[in-house]
Structures are given as C-alpha cells and as structure tokens.
C-alpha cells in the first residue's frame, strides 16, 4: 500500500498576523552625586552610544532630571537596567536606572 500525500492549498490559510513587541525606554535619573564622566562610560560601554551622543544624554539627564538611553524589547531593557544598577552599586554611585513603556 503506498501512502498518500496530501497537499495543501496554501492560499485558503490565512497569514498569521504578527504584532510588533511592545517596546520600553531605558532612563536615566539623576542625582547629586554620581560624575559626568561615570555617567558617559555608561552610556558608551552598556548603549553603546557615540561619545558625542553619551555627553547629549548626560546634559539630558543633568539638566532635565532623567534621560531616555535607548528603547529596546522588554527582555533587553530589563536586562540593560539591571548592568547599570549592578555597575553603578559596584562603583558605589547612587545612579539609578529604570524603565519604562516607550510612546507607540
């Protein structure tokens, strides 16, 4: 006996749709105590940001008490909030680094 193939009509399936991730902001927020220049290591070595851009979003943050890094998924930005609290404590500055949903 010889098996049957069955074939089927791809076009009777309908396309899955596929939403977009919800995305979040990475922010910064300042304080009185953590350097400048500790804040543009961060923005260069975790965000991989130019340094012209690092200096723009620490004046963001110096200036206007917190500053976005970047928006990424929700796993990359927990995990990126989570390296810039753990490097800030282990340098013992108080940055403080939070996320939250990015405007759609």
Same mark, same amino acid.
């Given at each position: +006996?010889?098996?049957? !193939?069955?074939?089927?009509?791809?076009?009777?399936?309908?396309?899955?749709?596929? =939403? *977009?991730?919800? #995305?979040?902001?990475?922010?910064?927020?300042?304080?009185?105590?953590?350097? +400048?220049?500790?804040? !543009?290591?961060?923005?260069?070595?975790?965000?991989?940001?130019?340094?012209?851009? =690092? *200096?723009?979003? #620490?004046?963001?943050?110096?200036?206007?008490?917190?500053?976005?890094?970047?928006?990424?998924?929700?796993?990359?930005?927990?995990?990126?909030?989570?390296?810039?609290?753990?490097?800030?404590?282990?340098?013992?500055?108080?940055?403080?680094?939070?996320?939250?949903?990015?405007?759609?």
């Amino acid at each position: +006996m010889v098996d049957q !193939i069955t074939t089927t009509d791809t076009e009777s399936i309908p396309e899955a749709i596929v =939403a *977009e991730p919800p #995305m979040y902001q990475v922010i910064l927020l300042n304080d009185d105590f953590t350097p +400048m220049d500790f804040v !543009i290591r961060i923005l260069v070595e975790l965000f991989y940001l130019s340094t012209e851009q =690092a *200096e723009r979003v #620490m004046l963001e943050v110096h200036h206007k008490g917190r500053g976005v890094c970047g928006i990424f998924t929700r796993e990359i930005a927990e995990t990126r909030v989570a390296q810039v609290n753990q490097v800030a404590r282990q340098n013992d500055h108080p940055l403080l680094c939070v996320m939250e949903p990015a405007a759609q």
